[in-house]
C-alpha cells in the first residue's frame, strides 16, 4: 500500500512547523515545497535529522518544482508574504492572490484528488480564490482559521475559571479576524454553559466581554509581542487536527472555514461554520440555531468576506 503524501506548500514558520508535527506523528511522507530556493531543502534536511531521536520513520523531502507534489493526499498551504508596515490591505491581498493562483495550478495539476487545507490570510477569501484557481470540488477545499481561533477562546476560558483546558468547549463562527463570532451560547466547560459557569465563578459579563474581544484580536496580540512575523505553533497544530481527520475518516466536527451554499442565508461563501471533516473531506456543514445578537454579527463578518472577495475580483478578471 502507497504511504500517504503530505504537501507541504510554504515552507516558512507554519510549514516548517506543520513539517514537524507530520513527521513526529508519522503521518506520512512529506514533500516541503517553496519558492525560495535551498529553504525547504535545509529544513526537510534538519527536519529529517530529528528522526533517528524521535524514532519517526517519515520520508521529508524540500523542493521548489511542483512535480513533486504529485499524488500528494493532503496539501496544507501556508505560502504567501505577510503584511509589512506601510502595506495596505489591498496590496497583500494583490500579492497573496497572484500567490494562490500558482498554488492553485500547482496542485490541479499534479494532485486534483488532494484534500486541501489554506491557510494564507487574508483567510475567507484566500481559500475562496484556492478553490476557484485549483477548480478541485468545494469538500476538498478548506480554510482553518476556527480551530485556531476557538483553541484561543478555550485557552481563555480555562484560564479565567482555572480549569483544564481539555474540559473547555469553546466556539466560534465566521470569518477569521476581529469580525469573528464567539458564540459564549454554544461554550461549555465539560457540558456547562460558559454563562451558567461564569454564575457560579463569580465572573462578570463584561470579563466574559474581555475574554470574547481578546479573543477576536488573538492573533494580533501575539502579532505585537512577537515583533516580527505571526503566530505558528497554534496554527500548525489546527491544520494538522484537521489533516488528521481527513485522513483517519474521523467525522470530527471542527470549525473551519468551509463552503457554505443554503445555510446560514449564504449563497457560496467560504465562512467559519461547525464542519464534518471525513474521508469525504467538509461532509456537512452544521446550521446552529443563533440568538438575534448572534445572526447579526455573522452577518457583519460575512459582509466582511464578501467585500474581499468582491476586491480580488476587482484584482483578478478570472475571478469575476
Ligand atoms: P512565513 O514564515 O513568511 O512563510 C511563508 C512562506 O511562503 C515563505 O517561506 C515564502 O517564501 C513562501 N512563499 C511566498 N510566495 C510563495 C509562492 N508563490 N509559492 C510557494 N511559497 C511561497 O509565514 P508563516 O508560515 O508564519 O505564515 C504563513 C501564512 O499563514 C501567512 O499568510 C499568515 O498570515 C497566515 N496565518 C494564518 C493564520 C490563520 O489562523 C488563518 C494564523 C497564522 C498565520
Redesign the pocket.
Known amino acids: 500500500m502507497a504511504r500517504t503524501k503530505i504537501a507541504l506548500?510554504?515552507?516558512?514558520?507554519?510549514?516548517g512547523t506543520l513539517a514537524h508535527l507530520a513527521a513526529k506523528k508519522e503521518m506520512g511522507d512529506i514533500v516541503l515545497?517553496?519558492?525560495?530556493e535551498g529553504?525547504p531543502q535545509g529544513k526537510a534536511l534538519d527536519l529529517s535529522q530529528c528522526g533517528p531521536i524521535e524514532g519517526f520513520d517519515a520520508k521529508i523531502t524540500g523542493t521548489n518544482d511542483y512535480a513533486d507534489i504529485a499524488g500528494a493526499d493532503v496539501v496544507i498551504v501556508?505560502?504567501?508574504?505577510?503584511r509589512k508596515p506601510g502595506m495596505s490591505r489591498d496590496d497583500l491581498l494583490g500579492i497573496?492572490l497572484k500567490?494562490m493562483k500558482?498554488?492553485g495550478e500547482g496542485i490541479k495539476n499534479n494532485c486534483p484528488d488532494a484534500f486541501v487545507i489554506c491557510?494564507?490570510?487574508p483567510?475567507d477569501a484566500m481559500v475562496w480564490a484556492l478553490r476557484e484557481f485549483s477548480g478541485l470540488p468545494h469538500n476538498k477545499v478548506v480554510g482553518?482559521?476556527g480551530v485556531?481561533d476557538s483553541a484561543r477562546f478555550a485557552t481563555f476560558l480555562a484560564w479565567e475559571f482555572g480549569v483544564s483546558v481539555r474540559d473547555v468547549n469553546a466556539f466560534v463562527l465566521g470569518g477569521?479576524g476581529d469580525t469573528m463570532v464567539p458564540v459564549l451560547s454554544y461554550s461549555t466547560i465539560n457540558g456547562i454553559p460558559v454563562k451558567d459557569m461564569a454564575k457560579i465563578k463569580g465572573v462578570s459579563e463584561s470579563r466574559l466581554d474581555e475574554i470574547v474581544d481578546r479573543t477576536r484580536k488573538g492573533?494580533g496580540e501575539i502579532v505585537g509581542l512577537l515583533g516580527n512575523?505571526?503566530?505558528?505553533y497554534a496554527?500548525a497544530t489546527s491544520a494538522i487536527a484537521m489533516a488528521e481527520a481527513y485522513l483517519g475518516d474521523q467525522k470530527r466536527i471542527l470549525p473551519c472555514a468551509s463552503y457554505v451554499e443554503g445555510k446560514y442565508g449564504l449563497d457560496g461563501l467560504y465562512v467559519g461554520v461547525p464542519t464534518m471533516i471525513g474521508a469525504g473531506g467538509t461532509e456537512d456543514v452544521i446550521e446552529i440555531e443563533l440568538s438575534d445578537e448572534e445572526r447579526g454579527n455573522l452577518k457583519v463578518s460575512t459582509d466582511a468576506v464578501e467585500e474581499l472577495l468582491e476586491a480580488c475580483k476587482g484584482l483578478d478578471e478570472s475571478l469575476a
Do not use: K
Open positions: 506548500i510554504g515552507a516558512g514558520m507554519i510549514g515545497f517553496d519558492i525560495a529553504m501556508t505560502a504567501g508574504v505577510p497573496n500567490v500558482a498554488v491557510i494564507t490570510n483567510l482553518m482559521a485556531l477569521h492573533g512575523g505571526s503566530a505558528y496554527p
